[in-house]
């Protein structure tokens, strides 16, 4: 499994996203490594008024503002995490929040994480999918372009579908009060893990 390069990141976050799905995120907790597949994301720029990253750099945002192929992990509703990898080339901030996962390996603690056992309600929704891969605060600012305890790789095996046959949809992001027309929000059409 060998993460992403820094160059993949290194694009429009509306150009990183729908190259995303298909692709595996991995959490390494010790000796357990979950894996799920990434079936739905959403773009975010600094010129987009939806984003964090609009109003300019906070201590909550500043990973945003870094480096390509970072983490930036913020809490809401003071209650749950999601996860964005930092994307950006010649904006001054970007990123892609991971939205859904297909899981695949690790089921069994995903299920403890989640108290959860149907497969679909594991991680289809950004705040399941970061319980569910034991995703928090600790790993706000993570190299994901390093093989540490979180990263994304592309798919491997003839069972596991990525690149080449995949059908992408396209619509308005979720859960947004600006700019809710711009179709960033981007999902793997025939996927049965996507939020709901």
Not at 82 to 109: F, H, K, Q, Y
Not at 124 to 151: E, N, V, W
Request: aromatic share 8%; with cysteine.
């Amino acid at each position: 499994m060998t993460p992403l390069s820094r160059s993949f990141y290194q694009r429009h976050p509306a150009d990183v996203a729908p190259d995303l799905l298909g692709k595996i995120l991995v959490r390494r907790i010790g000796n357990t490594c979950l894996q799920g597949r990434i079936v739905e994301v959403e773009a975010y720029s600094s010129d987009d008024p939806a984003s964090h990253t609009f109003r300019g750099m906070t201590p909550r945002n500043k990973a945003m503002f870094g480096e390509a192929g970072h983490a930036y992990i913020y809490f809401i509703h003071g209650m749950h995490y999601c996860i964005n990898v930092v994307a950006r080339s010649d904006t001054p901030a970007g990123g892609v929040l991971i939205r859904a996962l297909e899981p695949l390996v690790g089921i069994a603690t995903m299920q403890q994480l989640r108290g959860r056992e149907r497969l679909q309600d594991l991680a289809s929704g950004p705040a399941k999918l970061t319980q569910a891969m034991g995703i928090d605060k600790a790993l706000y600012g993570t190299d994901m372009t390093k093989r540490g305890p979180l990263f994304i790789c592309d798919a491997v095996g003839s069972d596991i579908m990525d690149g080449a046959g995949k059908v992408i949809k396209a619509t308005p992001r979720i859960g947004i009060s600006r700019a809710v027309d711009v179709p960033w929000r981007f999902t793997l059409a025939d996927s049965n893990f996507c939020s709901r």
